[in-house]
């Protein structure tokens, strides 16, 4: 696959896919099942009615939904038209969300009324009043200024300004298939795509600008790096407003001919039904998700035996019956700003590779090592940071000049320390900031702290992320109080609670005096010091957190 193949856009990627595999199975969600040639079909049904709702090539079109089809739908319609995709995560605060649509300059945004307790519908009409009462797609809000449309599933009638599903597709009756097209040969790999939200070092997620290609290249990657095949029927808990649910698993399915097994929501019990009835060959799951299938009170008698293309690491491997440590994507290096991976090997290498390796560079891109202070290139073995350029890499931080995000050679500094040994392999060796990675979702301290910031008590909160076999790190907060003041770790947490995404809240509130602390020289805390006192109280204390226990020699 050449990067600059014309055809590494989304909408023509869905059209060659759709060829490919005509009737066979693409999706399995809730009992429905839609084929290929369906999927292409209501992808371009709703392309048409975004055109006659007045979507234009570059308008910025949000999706606040979970992984159900319509989210599918809509990304590849945003794409055949040159529209920026703006996924919204569904697990973020009113603030977040405010943010993420203001920042991100939506102009018609498409989402779910409700997801478990969560009443997105209710809370957006709430939080803007200029909604309420607006004028459908005339809308005019003040705090969104961009925001003209709204549309929404699951809703017999407008809501205001918001209108419903079928309205949204009854305006492309007066759409021609031949419009659509034309739209759609207007756009080329490298136009802007998709702005994906992600945690960073500052409080409020930051915009990562990807093209149109990136999402595409990387499923062709993962197809041969996953060996999946037409037979593979994927059972995913990967939310596709990251990029690993788009490129992972639902483009790395659609380009191998396979089938998408799909839940709005995960619960052990029913993933398991899914998983065993479907007789799924492979699932991608957050460590502390795989724990809880393997956990589950039924997961001993379920007949598992068609998964094998899992991490023999995960539970579920021992009761699918696999013996031998055999497949993994362990030696691989990524960020949300390559669109996943930038370094892998195949999951079936041999062992010594995927234990002592990150991988290669993947085509086209390009890995060195340079010197966190002077950017110098360092030679092979020699450790320090990270830098990459390639066809996957980002754009760049929506907003943000390229000349605070690149350096003069384009490469982007990954803040990650490592090596390329001499016969080209990177050896990852952790990070050189303090961003906290848990289950799969990137955890910003400086976020935490501004929610602290209004807690009467508090005069020093600093999150630290402790290692954890199955999250990766898990929060911890590390408080000194005001003086005279208690702190009780239950009422904290409460309070975060509110001002925070339920990922974020720390697993654990310890109280330090400030003496306990070590400083430098300009009053700083030290957080390497810090983390080794946490790590000491918890197993000083056998403290249980997640199905794993602290204890000295852990």
Known sequence: ?????????????????????????????????????????????????????????????????????????????????????????????????????????????????????????????????????GTPQQLQCNELPQLRAVYCLGIDAPRGGVETWGQLLAHGAGVSDALLDACCAGVEPVDDGLIIYTSGTTSLPKGVLHSQRAGVIQGWHFRDLMRFDPDDRLYTTYPFFWTAGIAMSLN????????????????????????????????????????????????????????????????????????????????SYGLSETFTLSSAIPADSPLDLRRSTHGKPLPGMILRIVDPETGER???????????????????????????????????????????????????????????????????????????????????????????PTLGEIVILCTVPVEGASLDEDEIRSFLRTRLAVYKIPKRVLVFRADELSYTGNQKVQVAPLKEAVLARLQSESAEIDGHTYQKNS
């Open 1 to 133: 696959m050449e990067t600059s193949d014309p055809r590494l856009t989304p909408g023509r990627f869905l059209a060659d896919v759709a060829k490919q595999s005509g009737d066979r199975r693409a999706l399995v969600f809730e009992g429905r099942e839609i084929s290929y040639r369906q999927l292409e079909r209501e992808s371009r049904l709703l392309a048409r009615a975004l055109i006659g709702a007045g979507v234009v090539k570059g308008a910025r079109v949000g999706v606040y939904m979970a992984n159900r089809p319509e989210w599918i739908f809509a990304y590849y319609a945003a794409a055949m038209l040159g529209a920026v995709l703006v996924p919204v995560n569904t697990f973020a605060t009113r603030e977040e969300l405010r943010h993420i649509l203001r920042h991100g300059d939506v102009s018609l945004l498409m989402l779910q009324p409700t997801l478990l307790k969560h009443p997105f519908l209710d809370d957006l009409l709430a939080d803007y009043p200029d909604l309420a009462r």
């Open 252 to 331: 790395a399915t659609l380009a191998a001919g396979a089938c998408l097994l799909l839940q709005e929501v995960f619960e052990p019990g029913a993933a398991l039904d899914l998983i065993e009835s479907e007789r799924a060959t492979a699932i991608h799951a957050w460590p502390h998700q795989q724990k809880a299938l393997g956990e589950h009170e039924s997961a001993a008698g379920r007949n598992l035996s068609s998964v094998r293309k899992i991490d023999f690491s995960s539970p579920i491997a021992k009761l699918a019956g696999i013996e031998k440590d055999q497949y993994s994507m362990g030696a």
């Open 378 to 468: 360092l030679p092979a073995g020699e450790e320090g940071e990270i830098a990459v350029k390639g066809p996957s890499l980002m754009r760049g931080y929506y907003k943000i000049a390229p000349e605070n995000v690149f350096d003069e050679a384009g490469f982007f500094r990954t803040q990650d320390g490592g090596s390329i040994d001499a016969d080209g392999y990177l050896h990852w060796s952790g990070r050189l900031s303090n961003l906290i990675k848990t289950g799969g979702a990137n955890v910003s301290p400086v976020e935490i702290e501004h929610a602290l910031e209004k807690h009467p008590d508090i005069k020093l909160g600093i999150p630290v992320g402790i290692e954890h």
